[in-house]
């Protein structure tokens, strides 16, 4: 019932031209539908797995509704996190700590870089993590300016500020909007690539790993879906892949792992699959819970951003590029406190695991509930991380049977099939081995229960409201 309504809606708005939906475009095979520019070749950068790592951004949302200038997080508390992380996530994998937007980036002593984020020195929260063992991952952007514009690029005689927009020399497709909370550099310009290495060579030398940066839809066309006007000048879709290109190189050369964050992923992602490790799939996490992990506009996908407004429409969707030595798959924050009952914890985890992305733990040491680590550090489910297993839906039509029946294999030949309930009632599965091209009997595991069920050549199971049973095949 539900896909025959979109699919109506979408033919209504092709008759009749309804702009209040003419982007969605559930259930179809999309066309191309922008220009395909002219791509540079860096090699294969898609040598890492996901990450498993804990974020700073549930802590920072909290504090978007402040006085922009006001907002911070004390050493202390980042220390506190620290700790927690340390005690109980870093024993399982989860090796890294990142900071995250709604926080002010600040450049002190003739810097064009960031040197504090809120009224915290950035040495002193890189320092603070290592001490702990914990690895660093900073959100920021090499396409933006946080500096004064009067500030020197390093090692040229370019002020940053020569890098912003010059309406008598640069072309772009809003020339009237303003960058809307964001002052962008345009990369044509004499020293944006100076501009960049000293981006990279900076966060390298305070010992950084991964870079999260963020808002590129509107760096590229200025468009968002959720906006009726501009949000930016929109740089073009060139220039946009050849700094992408620029960025890449330079981050492999300094060794630090790129996340891209609210990409439109234009032509299938032709762009940030090329050039990132790692892209967004989704919508952000907000406050989390079942409607971001499963419900929210269930069954539809846009051709901007943000394309999918729930995760496992986004992994399901965007399964069609990823795959082993591929780009991952990025479905954003895991608040684990967010979620109603045991079946639905299982779930989120199940469904990043099972499509091969990361795990981002948002939780903190002092909203994580009673027993919501076990949900994390399931070392039977973590080992499909340690795998860098991508598992597929059977079917890649959103809303589909096929769509709740995944699988794919690990390296030493075993198989893992995930079966997910997304409906408010129980619901039955039966899944013969073969029609995933699986032949013979097999020794089945189930992941989560830690049991050892038999051999068997299908699965039945009856599986509750928001729940999943994920299990192990091997000879």
Not at 89 to 96: E, K, N, S, W
Not at 169 to 182: E, G, S, T
Not at 228 to 252: E, F, H, N, S, W
Request: aromatic share 14%; proline share 5%.
């Amino acid at each position: 019932m539900i896909k025959k309504f979109i699919i109506t809606g979408v033919a209504c708005c092709a008759i009749f031209g309804l702009c209040s939906c003419k982007e969605d475009y559930s259930d179809m095979q999309l066309p191309n539908q922008h220009e395909h520019p002219t791509l540079e070749e860096v090699g294969n950068i898609h040598t890492f797995k996901a990450p498993l790592y804990w974020s700073v951004y549930e802590r920072a949302y909290e504090l978007d509704g402040d006085d922009w200038d006001s907002r911070n997080i004390p050493l202390e508390e980042w220390e506190l996190n620290f700790d927690w992380v340390a005690r109980e996530l870093l024993p399982y994998g989860y090796d890294m700590v990142c900071t995250d937007g709604f926080l002010p980036i600040n450049c002190d002593g003739g810097q064009p870089y960031m040197t504090r984020l809120g009224q915290v020195p950035i040495k002193d929260l890189i320092a603070a993590a290592k001490r702990r063992g914990l690895r660093v991952g900073i959100y920021d952007s090499p396409l933006e300016m946080w500096c004064d514009p009067e500030t020197l690029i390093p090692g040229t005689n370019y002020t940053v500020g020569s890098l912003l927009y010059d309406k008598s020399i640069d072309k772009v497709k809003h020339p009237k909007a303003k960058d809307k909370w964001h002052t962008y550099i345009v990369f044509s310009h004499p020293g944006a690539k100076e501009y960049i290495d000293g981006f990279f060579k900076h966060y390298n030398d305070l010992g950084v790993e991964l870079i999260r940066i963020d808002f590129l839809s509107w760096f590229e066309d200025g468009e968002f879906r959720h906006s009726d006007t501009p949000v930016g000048k929109g740089y073009g879709r060139q220039m946009y892949a050849d700094a992408l290109a620029y960025i890449c190189k330079t981050a492999q050369k300094y060794g630090i792992y790129l996340s891209l964050v609210m990409p439109h992923l234009y032509n299938d992602a032709e762009i940030e699959s090329r050039y990132g490790n790692m892209v967004r799939i989704v919508n952000d996490t907000f406050n989390g819970g079942w409607g971001f992990t499963s419900s929210k506009d269930q069954g539809r996908y846009w051709l901007s951003w943000p394309n999918c407004e729930n995760q496992y429409d986004g992994f399901t969707y965007w399964s069609r590029i990823s795959g082993r030595g591929k780009v991952i798959l990025d479905g954003d924050f895991t608040i684990m406190h967010s979620y109603k009952t045991p079946a639905e914890k299982e779930f989120a985890i199940s469904i990043q695991l099972m499509a091969g992305g990361p795990i981002a733990v948002t939780d903190q040491y002092c909203t994580i509930g009673d027993g919501d680590v076990a949900y994390y550090t399931n070392e039977e489910m973590l080992a499909l991380n340690k795998d860098r297993f991508v598992g597929k839906p059977l079917d890649a039509t959103l809303m589909s049977p096929g769509s709740n029946i995944w699988y794919g294999q690990m390296t030493n030949g075993d198989y893992i099939i995930g079966l997910f309930n997304r409906e408010e009632e129980p619901k039955k599965f039966d899944v013969s081995f073969a029609e995933l091209g699986i032949a013979g009997e097999m020794k089945v595991r189930d992941l989560w229960k830690h049991v050892d069920e038999g051999s068997a050549s299908a699965i039945s199971a009856q599986i509750e409201p928001h729940g999943c049973k994920i299990v192990r095949l091997s000879k």
